[in-house]
């Protein structure tokens, strides 16, 4: 079966590095086409949208999508959204997950190897905010649909990737209702979890554990302000932005991309971290069902890591090609 991999790099570094990314994906036995498509900021000034209508239907009609990153403009333009809030809506991508590992990096906190599954359509992200004189409201919708499936997605994550714990994350002492309501569901879905243990923390107890003791947590699932918070919290532990990778999914459709923005203060200059957008595509490999080849990128990042050839942003001289060539070499060595 031939994949169809729509490929999104977007501004900035995003060519850089999904550029790479691809060569990664390229020198795999994998069956696959490509298709690149734009999107951002400078296709915005190009075209007058982020986000073409040809775009959007090649991501549609794809397995999968890798996007590099978006830039936006500092002031508000006109007619200008950000084409990831759009894609999200579209497709109705209602799962935000990132996982953080210890990196095999020099004084990396051992033994951290989490997963933070966001639930990513409602909360208080929903984007119903108004403001009224003194006052400023958003409100904040949760649904037991919602929670469900989302409870769900991190159920059946956690039993294909062998995980042992699910934590459920959430303020129900103090937001009765909403966070109540996501709290009952989630457990209620957890009770088929079998031999997975369930837990479930404030949001606050969270955040302290997430500084103080990391290690405890496998599998998280919570709403969307808070999955937002913890896991760029979390993110710390994994080597930072140049390292980290996320992943937008849903029933009908999948986009994958490094955590990074499009880093104007680099972009063209050949030094971008290629790592996280590597990691990106690794991920995508999994969620294609290709675990052996997800693995094996994968473990072709870790000892590029290992190695030392590393980019700027992590303390070494290495160019981006310098970093790709490496993980191939990698990939190849493994054979
Ligand atoms: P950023 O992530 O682009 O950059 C933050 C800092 O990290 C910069 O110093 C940058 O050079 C460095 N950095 C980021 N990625 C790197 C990599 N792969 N290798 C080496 N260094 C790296 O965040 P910033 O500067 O706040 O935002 C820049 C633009 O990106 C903005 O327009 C923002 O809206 C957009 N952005 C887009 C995202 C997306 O497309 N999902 C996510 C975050 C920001
Ligand atoms: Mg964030």
Same mark, same amino acid.
């Given at each position: 079966?031939?994949?169809?991999?729509?490929?999104?790099?977007?501004?900035?570094?995003? &060519?850089?590095?999904?550029?790479?990314?691809?060569?990664?994906?390229?020198?795999?036995?994998?069956?696959?086409?490509?298709?690149?498509?734009? !999107?951002?900021?400078?296709?915005?000034?190009?075209?007058? *949208?982020?986000?073409?209508?040809?775009?959007?239907? /090649? !991501?549609?009609?794809?397995?999968? /999508?890798?996007?590099?990153?978006?830039?936006?403009?500092?002031?508000? $333009?006109?007619?200008?959204?950000?084409?990831?809030?759009?894609?999200?809506?579209?497709?109705?991508?209602?799962?935000?997950?990132? &996982?953080?590992?210890?990196? &095999?990096?020099?004084?990396? +906190?051992?033994? $951290?190897? @989490?997963?933070?599954?966001?639930?990513?359509?409602?909360?208080?992200?929903?984007?119903?905010?108004?403001?009224?004189?003194?006052?400023?409201? /958003?409100?904040? !919708?949760?649904?037991?649909?919602?929670?469900?499936?989302? *409870?769900?997605?991190?159920?059946?994550?956690?039993?294909?990737?062998?995980?042992? +714990?699910?934590?459920?994350?959430?303020?129900?002492?103090?937001?009765?209702?909403?966070?109540?309501?996501?709290?009952?569901?989630?457990?209620?879905?957890?009770?088929?979890?079998?031999?997975?243990?369930?837990?479930?923390?404030?949001?606050?107890?969270?955040?302290?554990?997430?500084?103080?003791?990391?290690?405890?947590?496998?599998?998280? !699932? *919570?709403?969307?302000?808070?999955?937002?918070?913890?896991?760029?919290?979390?993110?710390?532990?994994?080597?930072?932005?140049?390292?980290?990778?996320?992943?937008?999914?849903?029933?009908?459709?999948?986009?994958?991309?490094?955590?990074?923005?499009?880093?104007?203060?680099?972009?063209?200059?050949?030094?971008?971290?290629? @790592?996280?957008?590597?990691?990106?595509?690794?991920? %995508?490999?999994?969620? %294609?069902?290709?675990?052996?080849?997800?693995?094996?990128?994968?473990? /072709?990042?870790?000892?590029?890591?290992?190695?030392?050839?590393?980019?700027?942003?992590?303390?070494?001289?290495?160019?981006?090609?310098?970093?790709?060539?490496? $993980?191939?070499?990698? @990939?190849?060595?493994?054979?």
């Amino acid at each position: 079966m031939s994949y169809r991999i729509c490929l999104l790099p977007g501004d900035g570094i995003g &060519p850089e590095v999904i550029g790479a990314a691809r060569e990664v994906l390229e020198a795999l036995p994998l069956d696959a086409r490509y298709d690149e498509q734009q !999107v951002g900021w400078e296709c915005f000034q190009r075209e007058g *949208t982020a986000l073409p209508d040809s775009t959007l239907a /090649a !991501v549609r009609d794809s397995d999968a /999508a890798l996007l590099g990153a978006v830039g936006s403009p500092s002031q508000r $333009v006109a007619g200008y959204r950000s084409p990831v809030v759009a894609l999200r809506r579209e497709l109705d991508l209602y799962a935000c997950v990132r &996982p953080v590992r210890t990196p &095999p990096l020099p004084d990396a +906190r051992p033994n $951290v190897d @989490l997963i933070v599954v966001r639930e990513n359509s409602e909360g208080l992200y929903a984007g119903l905010e108004e403001r009224n004189g003194d006052r400023a409201i /958003a409100q904040r !919708v949760i649904t037991a649909s919602g929670s469900a499936r989302i *409870t769900r997605w991190a159920l059946r994550y956690a039993r294909q990737h062998g995980r042992q +714990r699910i934590t459920i994350v959430h303020k129900a002492n103090v937001l009765r209702e909403t966070c109540g309501l996501f709290r009952e569901t989630a457990l209620d879905v957890l009770t088929d979890a079998g031999e997975i243990a369930v837990d479930e923390l404030l949001v606050d107890t969270a955040a302290y554990h997430m500084v103080r003791d990391p290690e405890r947590f496998d599998v998280i !699932v *919570t709403t969307n302000l808070f999955g937002d918070i913890l896991s760029d919290a979390a993110s710390a532990w994994g080597g930072g932005l140049g390292l980290a990778a996320s992943a937008n999914l849903g029933d009908h459709g999948a986009i994958f991309e490094p955590v990074h923005g499009s880093a104007p203060d680099i972009a063209g200059r050949g030094i971008a971290n290629p @790592l996280a957008a590597i990691a990106a595509a690794a991920l %995508l490999l999994d969620h %294609l069902g290709e675990a052996n080849h997800a693995q094996r990128v994968q473990s /072709a990042i870790d000892a590029t890591l290992r190695a030392g050839i590393w980019t700027p942003d992590l303390g070494g001289s290495a160019t981006t090609a310098d970093v790709t060539k490496f $993980v191939i070499s990698q @990939l190849q060595n493994q054979e």
